[in-house]
């Protein structure tokens, strides 16, 4: 059974750093065509995606946010890390980590989610 | 501003049959598969359509899913008050190097 579960801070005060935490079982971010995203969902708002890593360590960004995002991976530990940085109240969101196929790329696993609040 | 276009809202009676349209480009929909995901308020999305109108195992064959150019479709029938949720498309856009979100459709059952 695959599952992903998202950890990280609550709240968080502007312009500080934001490290984000996917833990994922069921499967290997060694294993050829597996891939993790992250992505966001403000209040309200539509889901917006942030950022992938793929098994071959390969990262893609979104444009908008490219300058302040960084995903990595800890294969070994199964888990995908985003640091988002300069955080601002615009930034409120919940926070949800996907695996994602390589080539099809549709999340077939979401996890939860993890709300942050970014307010001083 | 989202780069795929959905409407805001669609409405259908229980029973009936209603689609959500996604409208994107050459460089996303037009040359890449697409996937649709059904979100209830306060929950995680769960994958209803994947590689553009194959069904995950689990969802019932009143989803579906097509696409034609560069727009794609998700097709609801036998609507249920159940069914009451928001719709997001979704694809992988060669120019940007990024996945692309549909702004979401919520879907109300009179």
């Known amino acids: 059974q695959v599952t992903l579960r998202e950890s990280g801070p609550a709240l968080v005060k502007p312009t500080q750093t934001l490290t984000l935490t996917c833990t994922f079982s069921g499967f290997s971010l060694t294993t050829s065509g597996m891939c993790v995203s992250w992505f966001r969902q403000s209040p309200g708002k539509a889901l917006e995606w942030l950022a992938r890593i793929d098994w071959d360590d390969d990262k893609y960004y979104t444009t908008s946010l490219k300058t302040r995002l960084t995903i990595s991976k800890d294969a070994s530990k199964n888990q995908v890390v985003l640091t988002m940085t300069n955080m601002d109240p615009v930034d409120t969101a919940t926070y949800y980590c996907?695996?994602?196929?390589?080539?099809?790329?549709?999340?077939?696993?979401w996890g939860t989610g993890t709300t942050v609040t970014v307010s001083s | 501003q989202s780069v795929l276009t959905q409407p805001p809202s669609v409405s259908a009676a229980p029973g009936q049959k209603v689609t959500i349209s996604c409208s994107g480009t050459r460089s996303n929909i037009g040359n890449n598969y697409v996937s649709w995901y059904q979100q209830f308020p306060g929950t995680a999305p769960r994958l209803l359509i994947y590689d553009t109108s194959e069904r995950p195992s689990g969802i019932p064959d009143r989803f579906s899913g097509s696409k034609t150019g560069t727009s794609a479709t998700l097709g609801i029938s036998g609507l249920q008050t159940g069914d009451e949720a928001d719709y997001y498309c979704a694809t992988w856009d060669s120019s940007l190097s990024g996945l692309v979100l549909g702004g979401g459709t919520k879907l109300t059952v009179l």
């Open positions: 996907a695996r994602i196929r390589h080539g099809e790329y549709y999340m077939d696993v």
